[in-house]
């Protein structure tokens, strides 16, 4: 009798071992996965993002509306780094180790994620669609990394590229933060002057919070820059813009990267940025509302929010969207390797970005057209798009 006592009392020790096993992957229980996400809600690249977090979570209470995936709700956690690399770097602790999320996503910033990649790698935290698109985000072990679009560098050229064609441009400058960012967009110009065999005339280097460019201006006017690559925050490319303007230099262009590809660069008053370019990996959605599926993402964005839609909301949205249909395909015994599975057999087209999204095993970067566009009328309007050369 003491034997089969014995015998059941372990049997019902391995059954709760298992059991135990089963659900023994970080942020994901019978009832729940945990998502995190790690951004600038409060510095210089707020406007970038805490659009991006509203329209994610948009996403994510629907589907826990309607009953969530495979039986699971999510659990969306959200930390502000003020675009500071030491507050990042606690709050990812946080994230990775104390509140245990699965995943994350919309993680802003290059040097911000840089220096969170081992805490997420090292308890296997997949890190999709950060709102930096950095080359360095897809650098090394990709296991755990899935960037959502193109990269600035990337991007900068083909914008670059396409105006210098449409201009016949004979004189590239940059402006630029000299950090992982800013550097990338100044080598990118570099890089296209030399292919295209123009001249890389001059550059200027600045404070991410920086306010005041009239010697900066001067400087690269009287360099005869025809087209100035931007690698700079988004309030500091409105500065730039409107002091070249003021100032009457009205014939080079400016163009940014997709960190500058944001709605409030476009709605300055007065048309202050009108004429500006940005080259991204996705199309603006305010000059497409005659699109059916566009117009319905806009007008549930108004209600939810109080307030219009923007670029970082296209952003959001598509992250979000990303990591349901991965969660979807993994299926009910969701681990890091039945994610990783699920995220390299994903291809869909994003009505919302107009743009085609696939991932693969050899290849983490969702997305690879690079749209053009300029602000007219204060609205970003697409001017010419291409496939990335690099």
């Known amino acids: 009798m003491k ?46 993002n805490v659009g991006a977090i509203k329209a994610a979570q948009q996403i994510f209470d629907k589907v826990n509306a309607d009953g969530g995936i495979h039986g699971r709700k999510i659990r969306f956690v959200v930390e502000d780094h003020g675009y500071q690399v030491p507050k990042a770097v606690q709050n990812f602790n946080k994230l990775v180790n104390s509140d245990r999320v699965f995943a994350m996503i919309l993680n802003l910033g290059t040097p911000h994620n840089i220096a969170g990649f081992p805490l997420m790698e090292s308890k296997q935290v997949a890190n999709v669609s950060p709102l930096t698109a950095a080359r360095q985000m897809l650098e090394g072990d990709t296991t755990y990394k899935y960037s959502g679009l193109g ?54 280097t600045h404070r991410p919070d920086e306010q005041e460019f009239v010697g900066s201006i001067q400087k690269l006017r009287a360099s005869g820059c025809e087209i100035v ?67 319905a993402w806009a007008k549930s964005y108004q209600e939810a929010h109080g307030e219009p839609a923007g670029t970082a909301g296209q952003l959001g949205q598509a992250a979000a969207n990303t990591l349901v249909k991965a969660f979807e395909a993994a299926g009910k015994d969701l681990t890091a390797e039945s994610f ?24 983490h970067q969702g997305g690879g057209t690079i749209v053009v566009s300029q602000i007219k009328d204060g609205k970003w309007v697409e001017i010419g798009r291409a496939e990335p050369t690099e």
């Open 340 to 363: 990783k599975t699920a995220m390299e057999g994903l291809s869909f087209n994003d009505p919302i970005l107009d743009v085609d999204i696939a991932y693969g095993a050899d290849d």
């Open 229 to 295: 690559a931007m690698g700079i925050a988004v309030r500091p490319t409105i500065i730039a813009v409107g002091t070249a303007k003021r100032l009457g230099w009205n014939e080079a262009a400016f163009i940014g990267s997709s960190a500058g590809f944001n709605t409030a660069i476009a709605k300055v008053p007065e048309g202050v940025t009108e004429g500006y370019y940005a080259a991204a990996g996705w199309s603006d959605f305010e000059n497409r509302l005659d699109n059916e599926a566009v117009a």
């Open 151 to 204: 990269s600035y560098y990337g991007e900068t050229k083909e914008g670059i590229r396409i105006l210098a064609k449409e201009k016949n441009a004979t004189k590239i400058c940059a402006m630029y933060i000299p950090s992982d960012f800013g550097l990338e967009v100044h080598e990118a110009a570099k890089d296209v002057a030399a292919e295209l065999g123009v001249e890389y005339a001059d550059e200027t």
């Open 3 to 48: 034997n089969i006592i014995a015998k059941s009392i372990v049997a019902l020790g391995l059954a709760a071992g298992m059991a135990t096993t089963a659900h023994a992957t970080q942020g994901v229980s019978d009832t729940e996965i945990v998502i995190g996400s790690n951004g600038d809600l409060s510095g210089v690249f707020a406007a970038f």
